[in-house]
Every structure is written in C-alpha cells, then in structure tokens.
Nanobody, 123 residues
Framework: QVQLVESGGGLVQPGGSLRLSCAASGSIFKFFVMAWYRQAPGKQRDVVASITSGITSGGITNYADSVKGRFTISRDTAKNTIYLQMNSLKPEDTAVYFC?????????????WGQGTQVTVSS
C-alpha cells in the first residue's frame, strides 16, 4: 500500500515563503510522475507542479503558469521525498495542497494521494 504524507503547510504573510514536503512509503522510482495539486474552497483541484520520477527519465519538471518563477518542485531520491518550495506567496495561493503520485501497474494506472496540507497566505 502506497502512502504519501505531506507536511510544511501553515500561515504565511504575502511575499513570504513555505516549503512543502511529501514523503512516500518506499522508493519513488516506482512512480512515473509525482505532482503537487491544490484546491481552494469551492474550486476544482488543479495541478501546480509535476516532476517525472523514473530512474532514467526522472527530474523533468512542469509548472502551472500561475506559479512559474515562484515555485520550485524537487526530489530527494535518497529520502523518497518530493518538495515544493513556494516563494513570493500571494493570497490567491491559499488552498489545501495535495501530493500525488502515479504508477503504471500491469498496463493500468494507479494514482495515489496524500491527505493534504493547508497553506494560508494572509496578512
């Protein structure tokens, strides 16, 4: 059973920074992509950033336009953890942030989610 555990959320003032962590149970090489999503109240869950996770093609990143230049996704394969460094935070970044990992198993695709961590940007 795959488990993803997020941490690092909290309350921060506009212009501040936070770093989110997502620790996976076991090696992250078993996933082909890992990502951070966010969901604000009354809105759909949207992808914020993703990073490929395979042994040979891992480390390729993509970002939503709204966070490019402010957020950085990274991974530590020794710790089986991905991170989301969030700088220059804005009130519109307020949301619950979820870690996601996708795995191909027997030709099918399994998608796993963490429990979410609240990020609130407010003065």
């Amino acid at each position: 059973q795959v488990q993803l555990v997020e941490s690092g959320g909290g309350l921060v003032q506009p212009g501040g920074s936070l770093r989110l962590s997502c620790a996976a149970s076991g090696s992250i090489f078993k996933f082909f992509v890992m990502a951070w999503y966010r969901q604000a109240p009354g809105k759909q869950r949207d992808v914020v950033a993703s990073i490929t996770s395979g042994i040979t093609s891992g480390g390729i990143t993509n970002y939503a336009d709204s966070v490019k230049g402010r957020f950085t996704i990274s991974r530590d394969t020794a710790k089986n953890t991905i991170y989301l460094q969030m700088n220059s935070l804005k009130p519109e970044d307020t949301a619950v942030y979820f870690c996601n990992a996708d795995q191909v198993v027997n030709g099918g695709r399994n998608s796993y989610w963490g429990q979410g961590t609240q990020v609130t940007v407010s003065s």
